[in-house]
């Protein structure tokens, strides 16, 4: 129960985030090679490498086989982010860590809101997605209003 849960909560964390980060509308979205949808995913990669991306990835591609997620990712990441943001050309998916000013990317009008996202019925679930969400944390990603930021984890001490 616990392992079946976790999956859902990792593909809808996967989708959302794959939503709230991808291209400005009206800009080049994701690739799309014979039928397939291509979305580039990068983050951060430390101490827990990028298991919990890769796992997501293929959990995902298994529900949606029109899709294809390519997960890679580097210590330095947001080194690598910056030009490609700079372009025009940021990853559909993105977690550069904590080195990189992403709030910077949000005010800039860099970053696509989730508001309308956060509406949609919630994977497996009879609510809507923002309802599976504990508030205090979803809003640690809101600006102006908004909802950019996905929570990624939650750490207790």
Same mark, same amino acid.
């Given at each position: 129960?616990?392992?079946?849960?976790?999956?859902?909560?990792?593909?809808?964390?996967?989708?959302?985030?794959?939503?709230?980060?991808?291209?400005?509308?009206?800009?080049? %979205?994701?690739?799309?090679? =014979?039928?397939?949808? +291509?979305?580039? @995913?990068? !983050?951060?990669?430390?101490?827990? &490498?990028?298991?919990?991306?890769?796992?997501?990835?293929?959990?995902?591609?298994?529900?949606?086989?029109?899709?294809?997620?390519?997960?890679?990712?580097?210590?330095?990441?947001?080194?690598?982010?910056?030009?490609?943001?700079?372009?025009?050309?940021?990853?559909?998916?993105?977690?550069?860590?904590? %080195?990189?000013?992403?709030? =910077?990317?949000?005010? +800039?009008?860099? @970053?696509? !809101?989730?508001?309308?996202?956060? &509406?949609?019925?919630?994977?497996?679930?009879?609510?809507?997605?923002?309802?599976?969400?504990?508030?205090?944390?979803?809003?640690?990603?809101?600006?102006?209003?908004?909802?950019?930021?996905?929570?990624?984890?939650?750490?207790?001490?």
């Amino acid at each position: 129960m616990k392992r079946a849960l976790l999956t859902l909560c990792v593909i809808a964390s996967v989708v959302c985030t794959v939503v709230g980060c991808s291209k400005k509308p009206g800009a080049q %979205g994701p690739g799309q090679t =014979g039928g397939k949808i +291509e979305l580039d @995913v990068v !983050s951060f990669q430390g101490g827990f &490498q990028l298991d919990f991306f890769e796992y997501a990835a293929r959990e995902y591609e298994k529900t949606h086989p029109d899709v294809s997620i390519k997960v890679t990712g580097n210590p330095r990441v947001w080194e690598q982010l910056r030009p490609r943001f700079v372009k025009g050309n940021p990853p559909d998916l993105t977690w550069p860590g904590w %080195g990189m000013d992403y709030w =910077g990317l949000v005010a +800039e009008d860099k @970053v696509l !809101s989730m508001d309308k996202y956060l &509406q949609t019925k919630a994977y497996g679930q009879d609510k809507k997605w923002i309802d599976t969400f504990d508030i205090r944390l979803l809003d640690k990603g809101k600006y102006n209003g908004h909802y950019y930021i996905m929570p990624y984890n939650q750490n207790v001490f």
